[in-house]
C-alpha cells in the first residue's frame, strides 16, 4: 500500500485520484468547480479547480487522454462557444451515475453577440469523450443554431443530454449538428418535450448537413438506446434530418432508439427521420427503433432503411405508435 494517500483532493494510488467510475489515465486530472473554483488555480485538486470549463480546456495537453472532472452543482456557463479541438481528451460530469436526462453536471449559455457563436460547443478533437453531462443552449443569436456541433472523429457521449430552448422556428437548427466521423452515443437524448417546434419547420434534433464545419461529414456514425424528443407544431418536423443527398457517408445507424413527439403536440410529424433527397453516398440504418405519434418512421426512397416489422412505408407496423 505504498503507493496510497489521502490528501486534501481526495485518496490516491501513485499519484492517480482514486474516484469511483473515472478512468485510470496516463494524463492529469483537472477539476472544474463554477461556484467555488478560480481560474487562478491549478485545477488539479477538488480544493484547486477551475472555475470556469473554458480554463480547462485551455489547460489539457492533446493526447495525453488528460480528464476534465465538472462538478455537480450550479451550471458551468459559457459566455462564448467552446471550441474543442484537442485530440484525446475525457470530460466526465460528478453529479453521480451517468443516465439519459437530468444530469447535474451542466454546460450552458445564454444570449451571446458574437457571429462566431455557432454553437455552443464545437469538438473536432480526435478520439475525445463525453460523459454524465447535459449541454444547454438559450442562444437567440441568429448565427448560433446549434446546441452542439460534432465534427470529431471517434468521439464517444455516455449518458448526455442535448437541448436548445431556441430556434425553434427555424430549420436549420438543432441540438446536434452530426458532421462527426465514426462517432458513437450511448443512452443519451435530445430535444424536448416541452417546447413546441414551429408550425412547418423541420428543426430536427439532429441536423445532418454536409460541410458545415468545414471539410466534415457525418461518416459511420452510431446511436443506441437513445431518446429522441419533440413538441410539434407542425407535420414538417423531424427528429433526424438530412439536408442534401450527401450528408451521409457510408453508414448512419440508429439501435434500440425511441422517437417521442409530445402528447400535447399540436400536430403528428409526417416521418421521424427524413430527407430532402436520396442519400448518394451513404444509408441510414433503424433497427428496432419506435415512433411514437408519428404518422410512419421513415421517408421513403431516400436510402433509409428499418430493421423491424414494418413491410413498407406504410402508417402500421410494431415500430410505430399513436396511440
Not at 211 to 230: H, Q
Not at 300 to 322: C, E, H, N, Q, R
Request: net charge neutral.
Amino acid at each position: 500500500m505504498g503507493g496510497y494517500s489521502f490528501g486534501s483532493g481526495g485518496p490516491t494510488w501513485n499519484g492517480i485520484p482514486m474516484i469511483g467510475g473515472l478512468p485510470v489515465t496516463y494524463g492529469t486530472y483537472y477539476f472544474v468547480d463554477y461556484d467555488n473554483g478560480s481560474d487562478g488555480n491549478t485545477g488539479k485538486s477538488s480544493t484547486k479547480a477551475f472555475k470556469t470549463l473554458s480554463k480547462a480546456n485551455d489547460s489539457v495537453t492533446t493526447n495525453k487522454h488528460d480528464v476534465v472532472l465538472l462538478s455537480g452543482y450550479s451550471a458551468h456557463v459559457l459566455t462564448e462557444m467552446l471550441s474543442i479541438t484537442k485530440n484525446r481528451v475525457h470530460f466526465i460530469g460528478l453529479g453521480g451515475p451517468a443516465s439519459h436526462y437530468g444530469q447535474r453536471s451542466r454546460v450552458t449559455m445564454g444570449v451571446t453577440t458574437a457571429t462566431a457563436n455557432t454553437a455552443m460547443v464545437k469538438n473536432t478533437g480526435v478520439g475525445n469523450t463525453f460523459t454524465g453531462i447535459k449541454f444547454a443552449s438559450d442562444d437567440t443569436l441568429t448565427q448560433g443554431v446549434d446546441c452542439f456541433a460534432e465534427g470529431g472523429e471517434y468521439t464517444k457521449f455516455y449518458g448526455c443530454e442535448f437541448y436548445k430552448s431556441t430556434h425553434l422556428g427555424v430549420s436549420a437548427a438543432s441540438e446536434l449538428l452530426l458532421n462527426g466521423d465514426s462517432c458513437q452515443f450511448y443512452n443519451c437524448t435530445f430535444g424536448s418535450l416541452v417546447d413546441t417546434v414551429t408550425d412547418n419547420y423541420i428543426r430536427p434534433a439532429v441536423r445532418l448537413a454536409r460541410e458545415v464545419i468545414t471539410g466534415k461529414v457525418c461518416r459511420d456514425c452510431y446511436f443506441e438506446n437513445c431518446l429522441f424528443w419533440k413538441k410539434a407544431g407542425g407535420t414538417e418536423t423531424q427528429f433526424v434530418h438530412a439536408a442534401g443527398a450527401t450528408d451521409v457517408e457510408r453508414m448512419l445507424m440508429f439501435k434500440d432508439c425511441t422517437f417521442i413527439n409530445a402528447k400535447l403536440g399540436a400536430a403528428l410529424p409526417a416521418h421521424a427521420v427524413g430527407c430532402a433527397a436520396a442519400q448518394t453516398e451513404g444509408n441510414i440504418i433503424l433497427k428496432n427503433c419506435t415512433a411514437v405519434r408519428c404518422t410512419i418512421m421513415a421517408e421513403a426512397s431516400v436510402a433509409i432503411y428499418v430493421d423491424g416489422a414494418v413491410p413498407t412505408f406504410a402508417s402500421t407496423g410494431v415500430a410505430k405508435l399513436t396511440a
